[in-house]
Structure formats: structure tokens, C-alpha cells
């Protein structure tokens, strides 16, 4: 572009390519031009033993939508990417991917805060986010090196952070667990809960029947989440359980079935079950309709008991980021070109973390005994003590 000067210095003439001048009139817009805030419709949930339920619209202000479209995309591109270098064999054992779910973690953290309490299973890197993790920390787990979450001992399954107790590796097994966690909420009389979250696939567990008669006779606050993807480990709900409305399961306790590609639908599940724990009623039960884009884990391609039509369908009419960026669009909450500069900084933050997720060292040897309790005191496992420097023998 070119510049003409008047000669007390102002700008008297200027000439821009058409991209620099479209980039100029993006610039121009003030976030005054923008609506601020938004009412909008959501699905109607299903209920059992409940008079009333979630309302019927939700608010969503600018703000929020630029921040769940962010985490969305953020837990999007890292699964990808999570993905890819599994391929590569920079990544290896177990990995099980949330692409496709990402409303539902999104959702449920605009319900709750992070003082309260989170529990869930193996399909973990979205909450690790969503709890306070970064991406660096996440990716450097995966490959199990030194700056990961866990200092790279726990991988893919095992990830926490404050107020976040992992990442469960048993199927069903962070269910009573998470009753724990809320018998602890009930005992201190601190007014937070716990989210305890499994899958369609540990449902049918015995365990967590179990967990919801003891919940139920103490009045537990605890939100027990069922994100139904449909498949399980790869088979469809219709063939591995009698009765599949979930929300239904819990028979004395009350529940919602909610749409789990829709944020909002989440979102406002959530702030009803959170408050019906608060009041001192007991245990809620959610069920999340969502839906999985990866197979259940990375040896699983994922298209033996599905179409990859079916999958492509679900891409293009339920996707929980095209949702939500669909009605900011609409609703003038936010322009295309902003959308897209948040996509282009969360692919550079994906691949900073990739490049340090590959370069950063493995924990030392003689960590292995190291991180087990809180304050470090003097213990022995199996014969090794923190003070033996260990050697390795390979």
C-alpha cells in the first residue's frame, strides 16, 4: 500500500490491495456492532420423577460463545492431533478420543463451578482441559514425558488437576468413587458437589447401582452423568441393554435426558441438577445424547458397526461447534473473520504443544516412587524408597 503526505504530517491519501482493505473494515467494527447477548430456544428434556425441569431457552452472552467456541475447537484440534501422533507412534497404548462430545464438557463446566468436584472415565483430555489443564500438559502426558500433568506417569487414562480426580482406567470404577468425593461435599458442609461421569457402556455395572442406593439414602449432592455416545466399546446400545433410557436407571433418583450436542441444552441441565444437589435433595441423574466421531479407542477404526455415512450425517446436522457457531453467525454475536483468527491461535497453541509434547524429556528413573502421597513422606513400595537411586537394567 502507498502513503501521500501533507506537509504538517497528516495522511492525505491511501491506496490498499482489496485484502488489506477488507482486514481495515473487520479492524473498523467496534464490539459495540455486535449483539451483546442473546435468548435462544432449546430441546425440551425428558424427565423422570420430576414435576418441572430445565427451562426452555437459555442466554448465552458474547462472551460465553467466544469462549465455549474456543474450548470446543481447543479439545477438537488436540484430539486430532492426539490422533495423528498415535499414528506416528509418538503416542502408544491406550488413548480414547472425545471428538464429537465436546458440548457436553463444555456444557457441563457452564452448569457447575470449579470449586466443585469432577469424576470421570478413560474418555478424559476434554475435562483435563476444561478443569484447568493446558494443552502443553495434555499433550506432553500423551507422550509421557517430564511437563505432562501426571510428570508423564499416567498417559492418556490418568490426568488430573485440582478438584479433578482423573481419568478411570476400570470401567464403572469412578462412580462410587465420585460418591466419595460427595460424602465429602455433604460431611465438610462446603456446598459444592461432584460430577461423577461414565458411559453408556459401564452402565449396565453393578457398581454403580450400588453407588446410587447409598447416594440416594445419605442425600449425596452428586450429579451422576451418563454420556451416552451409543456404541460402548463398539456395540450399539439397542443390543447391549434392556432398557435404554438411561435417565431412567436410577429408578428412586430423579433424571433428565438431554440433547449432548447442544451446548446450551447442557449447559442449562446442569445449572437445574446442580441446584437440586445444593437444596440438600440428594442425587440427580443425567443422561447426555451424544455421539462419538473416533472409534472408541485408537485400535478401533470405529466403522465395523457403524457406517461411515451414519458418522458423516452427525458431522453435517449435529455438530456441537457448527451448532454454536451457526447461531452466534446468525445472530450478529460474532463476525466470521474473528471466528476464524480463534481458529488459527488454537492451531499454533495445538502445535507449540505437539512440538514440546515431542521434545520435552522423559521423567528420570529414579522418579518411579516419586508423587505417590501429597507430602512426600518416607514410605516404602515393594522394596523402593524415594531415597534409593534406582538403575535401570535394560
Not at 21 to 30: C, D, E, F, P, Q
Not at 78 to 104: N, P, S, T, V, W
Not at 116 to 123: E, K, N, P, S, V
Not at 216 to 225: A, N
Request: proline share 4%.
Amino acid at each position: 500500500h502507498t502513503f501521500d503526505f501533507q506537509s504538517d504530517g497528516n495522511i492525505l491519501d491511501m491506496s490498499f490491495s482489496a485484502n488489506e482493505a477488507a482486514s481495515l473494515v473487520v479492524a473498523s467494527r467496534s464490539y459495540a456492532d455486535f449483539t451483546p447477548e442473546a435468548t435462544f430456544d432449546i430441546k425440551k428434556v425428558d424427565l423422570h420423577r420430576l414435576e418441572e425441569g430445565p427451562p426452555l431457552t437459555a442466554t448465552l452472552t458474547r462472551e460465553e460463545g467466544l469462549k465455549y467456541y474456543r474450548t470446543m475447537q481447543t479439545i477438537r484440534r488436540m484430539e486430532l492431533k492426539a490422533d495423528q501422533l498415535y499414528k506416528q507412534k509418538i503416542i502408544r497404548g491406550f488413548c480414547h478420543l472425545y471428538d464429537g462430545q465436546e458440548a457436553c464438557a463444555v456444557g457441563i463446566e457452564g452448569g457447575i463451578t470449579l470449586s466443585d468436584h469432577l469424576i470421570t472415565a478413560y474418555r478424559a483430555h476434554g475435562y483435563t482441559l476444561t478443569r484447568g489443564g493446558t494443552v502443553r500438559e495434555i499433550m506432553a502426558e500423551l507422550t509421557g514425558r517430564r511437563g505432562g500433568i501426571a510428570k508423564g506417569k499416567g498417559g492418556s487414562m490418568h490426568m488430573y488437576t485440582k478438584n479433578f480426580y482423573g481419568g478411570n482406567g476400570i470401567v464403572g470404577a469412578q462412580v462410587p468413587l465420585g460418591a466419595g468425593v460427595a460424602l465429602a461435599c455433604k460431611y465438610l458442609g462446603n456446598d459444592q458437589l461432584c460430577v461423577s461421569l461414565y458411559g453408556d457402556g459401564a452402565a449396565n455395572q453393578g457398581q454403580i447401582f450400588e453407588t446410587y442406593n447409598m447416594s440416594s439414602l445419605w442425600k449425596l449432592p452428586i450429579i451422576f452423568i451418563c454420556e451416552n455416545n451409543q456404541y460402548a466399546m463398539g456395540t450399539s446400545v439397542e443390543r447391549s441393554a434392556a432398557s435404554t433410557e438411561y435417565y431412567k436407571r436410577g429408578d428412586y433418583i430423579p433424571g433428565i435426558r438431554v440433547d449432548g450436542m447442544d451446548v446450551l441444552c447442557v449447559r442449562e441441565a446442569t445449572k437445574f441438577a446442580a441446584a437440586h444437589c445444593r437444596s440438600g435433595k440428594g442425587p440427580i441423574l443425567m443422561e447426555l445424547q451424544t455421539y462419538r466421531y473416533h472409534g472408541h479407542s485408537m485400535s478401533d477404526p470405529g466403522v465395523s458397526y457403524r457406517t461411515r455415512e451414519e458418522i458423516q450425517e452427525v458431522r453435517s446436522k449435529s455438530d456441537p461447534i457448527s451448532m454454536l457457531k451457526d447461531r452466534m453467525l446468525s445472530n450478529n454475536m460474532a463476525s466470521i473473520e474473528e471466528l476464524k483468527e480463534i481458529d488459527i491461535a488454537v492451531r499454533k497453541e495445538i502445535e507449540d504443544a505437539a512440538q514440546f509434547a515431542t521434545t520435552d524429556p522423559e521423567p528420570p528413573l529414579d522418579d518411579l516412587c516419586s508423587h505417590i502421597f501429597a507430602n512426600d513422606q518416607p514410605f516404602e513400595v515393594r522394596g523402593a524408597t524415594p531415597w534409593t537411586k534406582l538403575t535401570s537394567t535394560s
